[in-house]
């Protein structure tokens, strides 16, 4: 019971930085209804901004993860002011297509750059006991960051002016459009904030394990897998699904090994597409 107790704990722990990376994804998709398969090299990217800030100036790893957040919503928004924008609201596969070739040349440029070896940084902040085992501070640190920017989020899309805009053009943009709101700042905001929220997630992931240029593509599967718990658009599911995600993922490494966490997110993915499309905590979309 105690090991079992101990897997659900560094499953949470987990699950909250795999949560605020999905839940960029989600927030993506609920204003713009895209669905952004360039996400994963934004952690990534993200990771490795967290990684040179501290290997080349000396910068605190929790620090250089609020620098990585700016760096990405930077490059998310050139990215939509250049590329993106052209696709919204057109023919889905377009965007598919668009932001599938940007992670392809992400990947790539990152590969030629940073070359493909593996790389961490190292944060020694020791652990504490717990129930006969230890749990490392780095862990718990980057638990308590990730809740504090899902709420800072949570926040102010319910209270703040902008939040209310973002939640307005989530739910219906033609009269979000006639009551004043300009959409494309709102989708530019999205696209952004959803770049900061896989910057500061791709720093936390660098923090507890090692990078390297192809993490993203395993990254945006789980992101997925997440989305899909959590339904499409929902950032409360997102993350959630993360939790979900992590303690399956903590659980199963556990008990039947460490290859077993590879096949989780996918199996995840399918079993919620046959059996719930719309995700534990989404509803159905009625389609009249």
């Not at 952004?192 to 929220?197: D, E």
């Amino acid at each position: 019971m105690e090991l079992l107790i101990i897997a659900l704990v560094e499953g949470i722990l987990l699950g909250s930085v795999y949560g605020l990376g999905a839940m960029g994804l989600s927030l993506i998709f609920g204003i713009m209804r895209i669905i952004n398969l360039v996400h994963g090299e934004f952690l990534m990217l993200g990771a490795f901004t967290c990684f040179w800030l501290w290997f080349l100036l000396g910068m605190n790893p929790i620090g250089a993860t609020f620098v990585a957040m700016l760096v990405i919503a930077a490059l998310a928004a050139f990215l939509y002011k250049v590329a993106i924008f052209r696709v919204v609201g057109k023919f889905p596969l377009l965007s598919r297509v668009l932001t599938f070739g940007l992670a392809i040349f992400l990947w790539n440029f990152s590969e030629f750059a940073f070359g493909s070896t593996f790389r961490s940084v190292n944060y020694p902040t020791g652990s504490i006991g717990f129930l006969g085992s230890y749990l490392s501070v780095n862990k718990i640190i980057c638990f308590v960051v990730a809740l504090i920017i899902a709420g800072v989020l949570f926040a102010s899309l319910k209270w703040t002016r902008i939040g209310k805009a973002l939640r307005a053009a989530s739910q219906n943009p033609r009269v979000a459009l006639i009551s004043g709101i300009n959409i494309h700042r709102i989708r530019l905001l999205s696209y952004a904030m959803g770049g900061a929220l896989a910057g500061i997630a791709g720093g936390l992931i660098a923090i507890q394990w090692a990078i390297y240029p192809s993490i993203g593509q395993i990254l945006i599967l789980k992101c997925f897998a997440m989305v899909a718990l959590g339904g499409l658009g929902s950032l409360p599911g997102a993350l959630l699904g993360g939790v979900f995600l992590g303690i399956a993922e903590s659980v199963g490494t556990m008990y039947w090994g460490a290859t077993i966490a590879g096949v989780i997110a996918p199996l995840t993915v399918i079993a919620v597409f046959i059996f719930r499309p719309q995700g534990l905590w989404g509803v159905v979309e009625r389609v009249d």
